[in-house]
């Protein structure tokens, strides 16, 4: 069963930064995709960033592209969202999110679309 726990949110001011964890579990298949989503109420959700197990290509939203930086540590099964410059647009709920599968290609593209697995996620409020 997988699990995906988040922490790290909170209140910020304009120009800030937090970081965001998740700890991440059950994800045994040979290809595997973990990262971040985020959604304001009345909004559609957004892929923020994705990596995947196999290299260090990552994913960025052109929304935070040289602002935020996704990072993972595999001793530990935790993937990081290091959120700088916050802006107030970047207030949301951000899930942490995976999916796994025996063909790579299949979760490649896991941020531009729809996530098999989420967190509970975890809040991020940016204001003065």
């Known amino acids: 069963q997988v699990a995906l726990v988040e922490s790290g949110g909170g209140l910020v001011q304009p120009g800030g930064s937090l970081r965001l964890s998740c700890a991440y579990s059950g994800l045994t298949l040979d290809y595997y995709a973990v990262g971040w989503f985020r959604q304001v109420p009345g909004k559609e959700r957004e892929g923020v960033s994705c990596l995947l197990n196999t290299d260090d290509n990552t994913y960025y939203a052109d929304s935070v592209k040289g602002r935020f930086t996704i990072s993972r540590d595999n001793a530990k099964n935790t993937v990081y969202l290091q959120m700088n410059n916050l802006k107030p647009e970047d207030t949301a709920i951000y899930y942490c999110?995976?999916?796994?599968?025996?063909?790579?290609?299949?979760?490649?593209?896991?941020?531009?679309?729809?996530?098999?697995?989420w967190g509970g996620g975890t809040q991020v409020t940016v204001s003065s």
């Open positions: 999110v995976a999916d796994e599968d025996i063909v790579l290609t299949l979760v490649q593209r896991m941020c531009t679309t729809v996530p098999a697995y």
